[in-house]
Protein backbone atom coordinates (compact mmCIF):
# COMPACT_ATOMS: atom_id res chain seq x y z
CA UNK A 1 0.00 0.00 0.00
CA UNK A 2 2.71 2.57 0.99
CA UNK A 3 5.88 1.74 -1.07
CA UNK A 4 7.79 4.18 -1.48
CA UNK A 5 10.48 4.78 -4.50
CA UNK A 6 13.91 5.45 -3.83
CA UNK A 7 13.94 9.16 -4.90
CA UNK A 8 11.01 9.66 -3.17
CA UNK A 9 12.51 8.04 0.63
CA UNK A 10 15.12 10.54 -0.51
CA UNK A 11 12.65 13.51 -0.78
CA UNK A 12 10.76 12.58 2.41
CA UNK A 13 13.84 12.49 4.39
CA UNK A 14 15.50 15.25 3.44
CA UNK A 15 11.83 17.21 4.28
CA UNK A 16 11.93 15.38 7.53
CA UNK A 17 15.10 16.64 8.39
CA UNK A 18 14.05 20.41 7.49
CA UNK A 19 11.06 20.17 9.49
CA UNK A 20 12.79 18.17 12.20
CA UNK A 21 15.28 21.62 12.20
CA UNK A 22 12.45 23.99 11.86
CA UNK A 23 10.83 22.76 14.99
CA UNK A 24 13.64 23.22 17.34
CA UNK A 25 14.82 26.60 16.01
CA UNK A 26 10.82 27.79 16.49
CA UNK A 27 12.62 30.79 18.70
CA UNK A 28 13.97 32.81 16.44
CA UNK A 29 10.88 32.96 14.24
CA UNK A 30 8.84 33.96 17.59
CA UNK A 31 9.61 37.37 17.80
CA UNK A 32 8.66 38.39 13.76
CA UNK A 33 6.10 36.61 13.51
CA UNK A 34 4.57 38.18 16.79
CA UNK A 35 5.54 41.31 16.01
CA UNK A 36 3.33 41.03 12.86
CA UNK A 37 0.69 39.79 14.22
CA UNK A 38 0.47 42.52 16.82
CA UNK A 39 -1.77 45.46 15.21
CA UNK A 40 -4.17 42.93 13.86
CA UNK A 41 -4.31 41.22 17.03
CA UNK A 42 -4.83 44.68 19.07
CA UNK A 43 -7.82 45.48 16.13
CA UNK A 44 -9.79 42.20 16.89
CA UNK A 45 -9.33 42.53 20.78
CA UNK A 46 -10.67 46.27 20.76
CA UNK A 47 -13.49 44.95 18.13
CA UNK A 48 -14.09 42.32 20.37
CA UNK A 49 -14.33 44.63 23.24
CA UNK A 50 -16.23 47.23 21.68
CA UNK A 51 -19.06 44.62 19.83
CA UNK A 52 -18.77 42.59 23.46
CA UNK A 53 -20.58 45.68 24.97
CA UNK A 54 -22.94 46.20 22.36
CA UNK A 55 -24.21 42.63 21.96
CA UNK A 56 -24.29 42.61 26.13
CA UNK A 57 -25.69 46.25 27.00
CA UNK A 58 -28.27 44.63 29.00
CA UNK A 59 -26.29 42.40 31.20
CA UNK A 60 -23.64 45.45 31.53
CA UNK A 61 -26.04 47.72 32.70
CA UNK A 62 -27.18 45.13 35.37
CA UNK A 63 -23.53 44.61 36.46
CA UNK A 64 -22.79 47.61 36.46
CA UNK A 65 -25.70 48.55 38.83
CA UNK A 66 -24.31 46.08 41.09
CA UNK A 67 -20.72 47.03 41.42
CA UNK A 68 -21.85 49.73 42.03
CA UNK A 69 -23.61 49.24 45.16
CA UNK A 70 -20.64 46.78 45.91
CA UNK A 71 -18.04 50.03 45.54
CA UNK A 72 -19.86 51.77 48.10
CA UNK A 73 -19.23 48.69 50.43
CA UNK A 74 -15.94 48.74 49.57
CA UNK A 75 -15.24 52.39 49.71
CA UNK A 76 -16.58 52.37 53.18
CA UNK A 77 -14.69 48.83 53.89
CA UNK A 78 -11.81 50.54 53.07
CA UNK A 79 -12.08 53.33 55.00
CA UNK A 80 -11.75 51.00 57.99
CA UNK A 81 -9.13 49.39 56.76
CA UNK A 82 -6.77 52.31 56.32
CA UNK A 83 -7.66 52.77 60.29
CA UNK A 84 -5.62 49.37 60.65
CA UNK A 85 -3.56 50.01 58.18
CA UNK A 86 -2.49 53.38 60.18
CA UNK A 87 -2.16 51.14 63.12
CA UNK A 88 -0.48 48.74 61.92
CA UNK A 89 2.50 51.15 60.32
CA UNK A 90 2.62 52.41 63.42
CA UNK A 91 2.74 49.35 65.49
CA UNK A 92 5.65 48.23 63.38
CA UNK A 93 7.40 51.06 63.22
CA UNK A 94 7.72 50.78 66.92
CA UNK A 95 8.82 47.11 66.92
CA UNK A 96 11.58 48.48 64.47
CA UNK A 97 10.65 46.11 60.89
CA UNK A 98 11.62 47.31 57.93
CA UNK A 99 9.10 48.44 55.78
CA UNK A 100 8.43 46.22 52.63
CA UNK A 101 8.24 48.40 49.31
CA UNK A 102 5.32 48.42 47.21
CA UNK A 103 4.98 46.57 44.67
CA UNK A 104 5.87 48.49 41.19
CA UNK A 105 3.41 47.19 38.57
CA UNK A 106 3.15 47.61 34.63
CA UNK A 107 -0.08 47.50 33.54
CA UNK A 108 -1.42 45.26 30.29
CA UNK A 109 -4.06 44.31 27.94
CA UNK A 110 -4.47 40.48 26.56
CA UNK A 111 -4.74 40.26 23.30
CA UNK A 112 -5.02 36.73 22.06
CA UNK A 113 -5.06 33.36 24.44
CA UNK A 114 -3.48 29.66 23.58
CA UNK A 115 -4.04 28.56 20.25
CA UNK A 116 -5.04 25.17 21.57
CA UNK A 117 -6.65 23.66 24.69
CA UNK A 118 -3.53 21.63 26.12
CA UNK A 119 -1.62 24.72 27.60
CA UNK A 120 -3.59 27.89 29.33
CA UNK A 121 -1.43 30.78 28.23
CA UNK A 122 -2.19 34.38 26.86
CA UNK A 123 -0.14 37.17 25.04
CA UNK A 124 -0.54 40.57 26.77
CA UNK A 125 0.78 43.83 24.45
CA UNK A 126 3.61 44.53 26.22
CA UNK A 127 7.40 43.43 25.98
CA UNK A 128 10.49 44.23 26.46
CA UNK A 129 10.38 47.58 25.71
CA UNK A 130 8.41 47.94 28.40
CA UNK A 131 10.87 46.11 31.17
CA UNK A 132 8.67 42.81 30.75
CA UNK A 133 10.99 39.90 31.34
CA UNK A 134 11.04 36.17 31.17
CA UNK A 135 9.42 35.21 34.82
CA UNK A 136 7.88 38.10 35.76
CA UNK A 137 4.82 37.46 38.16
CA UNK A 138 1.17 38.35 36.23
CA UNK A 139 -1.69 39.53 38.83
CA UNK A 140 -4.80 41.24 38.29
CA UNK A 141 -6.78 42.77 41.34
CA UNK A 142 -8.47 39.81 42.22
CA UNK A 143 -5.12 37.60 42.81
CA UNK A 144 -2.09 35.71 41.15
CA UNK A 145 -2.94 35.76 36.98
CA UNK A 146 0.30 33.70 36.20
CA UNK A 147 3.83 34.12 35.13
CA UNK A 148 6.02 35.91 31.98
CA UNK A 149 6.88 32.84 29.86
CA UNK A 150 8.59 34.18 27.02
CA UNK A 151 9.18 37.91 25.97
CA UNK A 152 9.29 39.55 22.80
CA UNK A 153 10.14 43.17 21.67
CA UNK A 154 6.64 44.74 21.73
CA UNK A 155 4.47 41.17 23.06
CA UNK A 156 4.76 38.27 25.96
CA UNK A 157 3.64 35.30 26.36
CA UNK A 158 2.05 34.41 30.21
CA UNK A 159 1.84 30.87 31.45
CA UNK A 160 -1.94 31.61 33.22
CA UNK A 161 -2.28 29.53 37.17
CA UNK A 162 -4.10 27.07 35.63
CA UNK A 163 -1.50 25.18 33.24
CA UNK A 164 -0.45 22.28 34.50
CA UNK A 165 3.42 23.25 34.14
CA UNK A 166 3.37 26.02 36.22
CA UNK A 167 3.68 25.33 39.64
CA UNK A 168 3.74 27.82 42.87
CA UNK A 169 4.46 27.88 46.57
CA UNK A 170 2.10 28.79 48.41
CA UNK A 171 0.70 28.19 52.08
CA UNK A 172 -2.79 28.09 53.36
CA UNK A 173 -3.58 31.85 55.17
CA UNK A 174 -5.35 30.50 58.30
CA UNK A 175 -2.99 27.27 59.46
CA UNK A 176 0.67 28.38 56.95
CA UNK A 177 0.48 24.99 55.89
CA UNK A 178 2.73 24.63 52.72
CA UNK A 179 1.96 23.00 49.63
CA UNK A 180 2.84 22.98 45.86
CA UNK A 181 -0.42 24.68 43.68
CA UNK A 182 -0.28 23.69 40.14
CA UNK A 183 -3.47 24.13 36.82
CA UNK A 184 -4.96 21.42 35.47
CA UNK A 185 -6.14 22.93 32.63
CA UNK A 186 -9.51 23.19 34.14
CA UNK A 187 -11.75 25.37 35.99
CA UNK A 188 -9.87 24.44 39.41
CA UNK A 189 -6.18 24.26 40.88
CA UNK A 190 -4.33 21.30 42.81
CA UNK A 191 -2.61 21.83 45.94
CA UNK A 192 -0.24 18.94 46.34
CA UNK A 193 2.36 17.32 49.01
CA UNK A 194 0.29 18.02 51.86
CA UNK A 195 0.84 15.80 54.97
CA UNK A 196 -2.25 13.79 55.70
CA UNK A 197 -2.80 15.27 58.86
CA UNK A 198 -3.00 19.05 57.13
CA UNK A 199 -4.65 21.79 59.25
CA UNK A 200 -6.65 22.58 55.96
CA UNK A 201 -10.57 23.16 55.43
CA UNK A 202 -12.87 24.07 53.10
CA UNK A 203 -13.06 27.85 52.54
CA UNK A 204 -9.26 27.82 53.35
CA UNK A 205 -7.75 31.03 51.44
CA UNK A 206 -4.71 30.06 49.81
CA UNK A 207 -1.41 32.96 49.62
CA UNK A 208 1.64 32.43 47.90
CA UNK A 209 4.14 31.61 50.39
CA UNK A 210 7.44 33.35 49.30
CA UNK A 211 9.73 30.70 49.60
CA UNK A 212 10.13 30.22 45.58
CA UNK A 213 11.64 33.78 45.55
CA UNK A 214 9.42 34.42 41.98
CA UNK A 215 6.09 35.10 43.74
CA UNK A 216 5.88 37.90 46.41
CA UNK A 217 4.56 36.19 49.33
CA UNK A 218 0.76 36.69 49.93
CA UNK A 219 -0.42 37.32 46.91
CA UNK A 220 -4.39 35.93 46.89
CA UNK A 221 -3.92 32.00 44.92
CA UNK A 222 -7.88 30.65 45.64
CA UNK A 223 -9.69 29.16 48.05
CA UNK A 224 -9.96 25.53 49.29
CA UNK A 225 -13.28 23.91 48.21
CA UNK A 226 -12.25 20.32 48.68
CA UNK A 227 -9.56 17.57 50.49
CA UNK A 228 -9.21 14.35 49.46
CA UNK A 229 -6.26 11.92 49.96
CA UNK A 230 -3.99 10.90 47.01
CA UNK A 231 -3.51 7.15 46.17
CA UNK A 232 -0.42 6.44 48.20
CA UNK A 233 -2.69 7.33 51.51
CA UNK A 234 0.65 9.57 52.20
CA UNK A 235 -0.21 12.86 51.18
CA UNK A 236 -3.13 14.91 50.40
CA UNK A 237 -4.53 17.23 48.10
CA UNK A 238 -6.15 20.03 48.48
CA UNK A 239 -8.69 21.41 45.24
CA UNK A 240 -8.96 24.80 44.98
CA UNK A 241 -11.25 27.31 42.53
CA UNK A 242 -8.78 30.26 41.58
CA UNK A 243 -9.08 33.93 42.76
CA UNK A 244 -8.78 34.57 39.24
CA UNK A 245 -11.22 33.60 36.29
CA UNK A 246 -8.54 32.54 33.91
CA UNK A 247 -11.18 32.57 30.73
CA UNK A 248 -11.93 35.89 31.25
CA UNK A 249 -9.42 38.32 32.06
CA UNK A 250 -8.85 41.27 29.80
CA UNK A 251 -6.25 43.48 31.65
CA UNK A 252 -3.36 41.93 33.98
CA UNK A 253 -0.54 43.60 35.75
CA UNK A 254 3.03 42.83 35.82
CA UNK A 255 5.00 42.82 38.95
CA UNK A 256 8.51 44.40 38.08
CA UNK A 257 11.04 43.56 40.62
CA UNK B 1 -2.24 36.41 -6.34
CA UNK B 2 -3.23 32.68 -5.25
CA UNK B 3 -0.31 32.26 -2.99
CA UNK B 4 -0.71 35.56 -1.16
CA UNK B 5 -4.63 35.12 -0.94
CA UNK B 6 -3.77 31.59 0.42
CA UNK B 7 -0.53 33.38 3.11
CA UNK B 8 -3.87 36.09 3.77
CA UNK B 9 -6.26 33.25 4.73
CA UNK B 10 -3.71 31.54 6.83
CA UNK B 11 -3.13 35.07 8.64
CA UNK B 12 -6.80 35.64 9.00
CA UNK B 13 -7.38 32.23 10.21
CA UNK B 14 -4.39 32.18 13.22
CA UNK B 15 -5.54 35.74 14.47
CA UNK B 16 -9.16 34.19 14.59
CA UNK B 17 -8.31 31.19 16.58
CA UNK B 18 -6.07 32.84 18.74
CA UNK B 19 -8.75 35.51 19.10
CA UNK B 20 -11.62 33.36 19.15
CA UNK B 21 -14.60 34.65 21.38
CA UNK B 22 -15.41 33.69 24.81
CA UNK B 23 -19.26 33.13 24.28
CA UNK B 24 -18.56 30.53 21.26
CA UNK B 25 -16.07 28.19 23.16
CA UNK B 26 -17.81 24.96 24.79
CA UNK B 27 -16.02 23.94 27.98
CA UNK B 28 -13.18 26.13 27.11
CA UNK B 29 -12.48 24.73 23.96
CA UNK B 30 -12.06 26.14 20.50
CA UNK B 31 -11.69 24.77 17.08
CA UNK B 32 -8.46 24.72 15.79
CA UNK B 33 -8.87 26.10 12.52
CA UNK B 34 -5.18 25.83 11.32
CA UNK B 35 -5.43 21.94 11.03
CA UNK B 36 -8.99 22.25 9.02
CA UNK B 37 -7.32 24.45 6.45
CA UNK B 38 -3.87 22.27 6.28
CA UNK B 39 -6.57 19.30 5.59
CA UNK B 40 -8.79 21.30 3.30
CA UNK B 41 -5.52 22.17 1.34
CA UNK B 42 -4.58 18.30 0.61
CA UNK B 43 -7.94 17.96 -1.07
CA UNK B 44 -7.99 21.20 -2.90
CA UNK B 45 -4.61 22.38 -3.81
CA UNK B 46 -1.42 20.96 -5.06
CA UNK B 47 -0.09 18.46 -2.74
CA UNK B 48 3.57 20.49 -2.88
CA UNK B 49 1.52 23.78 -2.29
CA UNK B 50 -0.88 22.07 0.42
CA UNK B 51 2.70 20.40 2.35
CA UNK B 52 4.31 24.12 2.52
CA UNK B 53 1.35 25.54 4.19
CA UNK B 54 1.19 22.93 6.10
CA UNK B 55 4.47 23.78 7.35
CA UNK B 56 3.19 27.35 7.80
CA UNK B 57 0.27 26.55 9.57
CA UNK B 58 2.32 24.46 12.04
CA UNK B 59 5.28 26.77 12.94
CA UNK B 60 2.54 29.64 13.01
CA UNK B 61 0.76 27.34 15.69
CA UNK B 62 3.56 27.13 17.68
CA UNK B 63 4.57 30.51 17.67
CA UNK B 64 1.60 31.30 20.02
CA UNK B 65 2.12 28.14 22.34
CA UNK B 66 4.53 28.44 25.19
CA UNK B 67 7.80 26.12 24.83
CA UNK B 68 10.18 25.72 22.71
CA UNK B 69 9.66 23.00 20.80
CA UNK B 70 7.65 22.61 17.72
CA UNK B 71 5.76 19.40 17.98
CA UNK B 72 2.48 21.02 15.22
CA UNK B 73 5.57 21.98 12.43
CA UNK B 74 6.35 18.57 12.52
CA UNK B 75 2.85 17.37 12.82
CA UNK B 76 0.87 19.23 10.21
CA UNK B 77 3.07 17.75 7.32
CA UNK B 78 2.70 14.85 9.08
CA UNK B 79 -1.06 14.77 8.86
CA UNK B 80 -0.59 16.45 5.61
CA UNK B 81 1.29 13.90 4.35
CA UNK B 82 -0.57 10.88 5.51
CA UNK B 83 -4.39 12.37 4.54
CA UNK B 84 -2.40 12.54 0.51
CA UNK B 85 -1.68 9.09 0.74
CA UNK B 86 -5.18 7.96 2.05
CA UNK B 87 -7.11 9.98 -0.46
CA UNK B 88 -5.10 8.19 -3.12
CA UNK B 89 -6.23 4.52 -1.91
CA UNK B 90 -9.90 6.01 -0.82
CA UNK B 91 -12.83 7.88 -2.26
CA UNK B 92 -12.91 11.20 0.19
CA UNK B 93 -16.13 11.99 -2.13
CA UNK B 94 -19.02 11.31 0.29
CA UNK B 95 -20.21 14.47 2.48
CA UNK B 96 -19.56 13.15 5.58
CA UNK B 97 -16.00 11.44 4.95
CA UNK B 98 -14.08 14.60 5.37
CA UNK B 99 -15.30 15.81 8.12
CA UNK B 100 -14.62 12.84 9.81
CA UNK B 101 -11.09 12.31 8.33
CA UNK B 102 -10.87 15.98 10.54
CA UNK B 103 -12.09 14.74 13.74
CA UNK B 104 -9.69 11.68 13.31
CA UNK B 105 -6.73 14.00 12.61
CA UNK B 106 -8.05 16.78 15.25
CA UNK B 107 -8.02 13.74 17.71
CA UNK B 108 -5.03 12.46 17.29
CA UNK B 109 -2.98 15.75 17.25
CA UNK B 110 -5.09 16.50 20.26
CA UNK B 111 -3.81 12.43 21.78
CA UNK B 112 -0.08 13.35 21.07
CA UNK B 113 -0.70 17.19 22.34
CA UNK B 114 -2.06 16.59 25.28
CA UNK B 115 1.15 13.20 26.11
CA UNK B 116 3.52 16.07 25.20
CA UNK B 117 2.06 18.44 28.17
CA UNK B 118 1.83 15.42 30.37
CA UNK B 119 5.56 13.97 29.57
CA UNK B 120 6.56 17.54 30.44
CA UNK B 121 5.87 16.95 33.55
CA UNK B 122 1.93 18.49 34.05
CA UNK B 123 -0.72 16.95 35.90
CA UNK B 124 -3.67 16.49 33.99
CA UNK B 125 -7.05 14.74 35.51
CA UNK B 126 -7.76 11.81 33.14
CA UNK B 127 -11.78 13.80 32.73
CA UNK B 128 -10.12 16.78 31.50
CA UNK B 129 -7.82 14.88 29.30
CA UNK B 130 -10.59 12.99 27.76
CA UNK B 131 -12.32 16.27 27.99
CA UNK B 132 -9.67 18.28 26.14
CA UNK B 133 -9.15 15.51 23.47
CA UNK B 134 -13.09 15.01 22.45
CA UNK B 135 -14.91 18.15 22.73
CA UNK B 136 -11.78 20.17 20.77
CA UNK B 137 -11.67 17.55 18.13
CA UNK B 138 -15.48 17.36 17.49
CA UNK B 139 -15.70 21.15 17.20
CA UNK B 140 -12.73 21.22 14.83
CA UNK B 141 -14.94 18.65 12.67
CA UNK B 142 -18.13 20.77 12.86
CA UNK B 143 -16.79 23.85 11.99
CA UNK B 144 -14.69 22.08 8.88
CA UNK B 145 -17.40 22.10 6.09
CA UNK B 146 -16.66 26.25 6.16
CA UNK B 147 -13.16 26.08 5.92
CA UNK B 148 -13.41 23.71 3.28
CA UNK B 149 -15.93 25.92 1.45
CA UNK B 150 -13.51 28.67 1.93
CA UNK B 151 -10.75 26.53 0.35
CA UNK B 152 -12.36 25.28 -2.43
CA UNK B 153 -13.51 28.90 -3.43
CA UNK B 154 -10.04 29.68 -3.38
CA UNK B 155 -8.44 27.02 -4.94
CA UNK B 156 -11.11 27.59 -7.64
Redesign the interface.
Known sequence: MFKLSRKTLINFILIACAVFLLSNSLSCFKNPLQKTFKPHLLLISWLKREAGGIIFYHRNLVENERLNNETGLLRRRLFDLREVYLENARLTGLLGFKQKSGLRLSPARVIARSPDSWSSSAIIDKGKYNGIRHGMVVINPRGLVGRVAESADNTSKILLINDPSLGVSSIVQRSRQEGLVSGTLGANLIMRYLPKDADIVAGDLVVTSGLSQIYPKGLLVGKVIDIGRDLSGLNCYAIIKPAVDCSAIEEVLVIIP | MKKWVLLLTI?AL??L??????FL?FF???P?L?LIFVIAAVFYLDFKVA?ALS?LC??????????????N??LF?AWC?AIW?LGR?ISTEFYFIRPALVLTTALLN?II??L??VN??????P??FL??LI??SVYTAALSPLIFKLTKKIAA
Open positions: IATQLTWPGTNARDLLIGLLKDVFLPGSFGITIPYRQNSGQSLGGIIPGILNIP
